[in-house]
Nanobody
Framework: QVQLVESGGGLVQPGGSLRLTCAAS????????TGWYRQAPGKQRELVAS???????NYADSVKGRFSISRDNAKNTVYLQMNSLKPEDTAVYYC??????????????WGQGTQVTVSS
């Protein structure tokens, strides 16, 4: 099993920055794909950013140029740097990881979510 623990959320003023961290632990053979999703009240969960092995990074149009996804393979950690935050970025942010727990066994894992609130 793989566990994901997210941190870094909080309250920030418009125009501010936050960095979300997702630390993966457990029986990790390798991490293939990573992503950050968010869900605002009354809305469906949406993809914010993803980083796929061999396919680079992908961002929602609403965050392009402001958010950046990265990872530290040695630490099994995924980051989301969020700059120029807007009130509409307010949501619960979830980390998603596709990881192999053995050479032939993989699964998708989710973090518990971290609240990001952008407000003055």
């Amino acid at each position: 099993q793989v566990q994901l623990v997210e941190s870094g959320g909080g309250l920030v003023q418009p125009g501010g920055s936050l960095r979300l961290t997702c630390a993966a632990s457990g029986s990790i053979f390798s991490i293939v794909d990573t992503g950050w999703y968010r869900q605002a009240p009354g809305k469906q969960r949406e993809l914010v950013a993803s980083q796929n092995s061999g396919h680079g990074t992908n961002y929602a149009d609403s965050v392009k140029g402001r958010f950046s996804i990265s990872r530290d393979n040695a630490k099994n950690t995924v980051y989301l740097q969020m700059n120029s935050l807007k009130p509409e970025d307010t949501a619960v942010y979830y980390c998603n990881v596709r990881a192999y727990t053995s050479p032939r066994s993989w699964d998708d894992y989710w973090g518990q979510g971290t609240q990001v609130t952008v407000s003055s």
